[in-house]
Nanobody, 116 residues
Framework: QVQLVESGGGLVQPGGSLILSCAASGFSFSSYTMRWFRQGPGKERELVATISSTTGRKTYAPSVKGRCTISRDNFKNLVYLQIDSLKPEDTAVYYC?????????WGQGTQVTVSS
């Protein structure tokens, strides 16, 4: 059974940091490109960061570039998203996504709220 389980969300003050984790199981994790998306209140879901399966190449949305780091551990089947200098506009549900040649999977999301 395929599972993507996000964790690490919560309430953070502006300027703070968070590390989100996504635990994957049920598929060949190392062969999948992994992404983090987010959906803020009243907003469409947006791509935040991508890490490729083969080269480990990383790309980021302009809204988080310089504040965000995506990483993966292919031995533990984990993908991480660290966000620094959090802003209220980073408030969203953050989703983990796995994309292979023939399939795509989503996690249930973890809520991040940035507020004082």
């Amino acid at each position: 059974q395929v599972q993507l389980v996000e964790s690490g969300g919560g309430l953070v003050q502006p300027g703070g940091s968070l590390i989100l984790s996504c635990a994957a199981s049920g598929f060949s994790f190392s062969s999948y490109t992994m992404r983090w998306f987010r959906q803020g209140p009243g907003k469409e879901r947006e791509l935040v960061a991508t890490i490729s399966s083969t080269t480990g190449r990383k790309t980021y949305a302009p809204s988080v570039k310089g504040r965000c780091t995506i990483s993966r551990d292919n031995f533990k089947n984990l993908v991480y998203l660290q966000i620094d200098s959090l802003k209220p506009e980073d408030t969203a549900v953050y989703y983990c996504n796995a994309e292979g040649d023939l399939s795509k999977y989503w996690g249930q999301g973890t809520q991040v709220t940035v507020s004082s």
